[in-house]
């Protein structure tokens, strides 16, 4: 399974980004999507995670300003972020719980990562 990221960038506090994830490959059913980021110096921390039913969590520093959303069809997973804060820098990683096929065990998959930076 190969996913591969998109989006990210330079922004301004106070401003928007949107993330996008696309898992290709060999894919029976993808459980739940989720996006994780890792700042320099610190742990891989959760930021948002979707359910195959939609069903999204999201840690507590992002509620209300990031929005988790897939698209089942296209393998796809989105992470709207809004009202950007400087400590939202960090690489961002999109990660895959899925299997090959109908008799096989869940795996994870994690994407390339992509930069998020937000200045003062």
């Known amino acids: 399974v190969q996913l591969v990221e998109s989006g990210g960038g330079l922004v301004q506090a106070g401003g928007s980004l949107s993330l996008s994830c696309t898992a290709s490959g060999s894919i029976f059913s993808i459980n739940a999507m989720g996006w994780y980021r890792q700042a320099p110096g610190k742990q891989r921390e959760l930021v948002a995670a979707?359910?195959?039913?939609?069903?999204?969590d999201y840690a507590d520093s992002v509620k209300g300003r990031f929005t988790a959303s897939r698209d089942n069809v296209k393998n796809t997973l989105y992470l709207q972020m809004s009202s950007l804060k400087p400590e939202d820098t960090a690489v961002y990683y999109c990660n895959v719980r899925s299997r090959g096929s109908v008799l096989s065990s869940l795996s994870d998959y994690w994407g390339q990562g992509t930069q998020v930076t937000v200045s003062s």
């Open positions: 979707i359910t195959s039913g939609g069903i999204t």
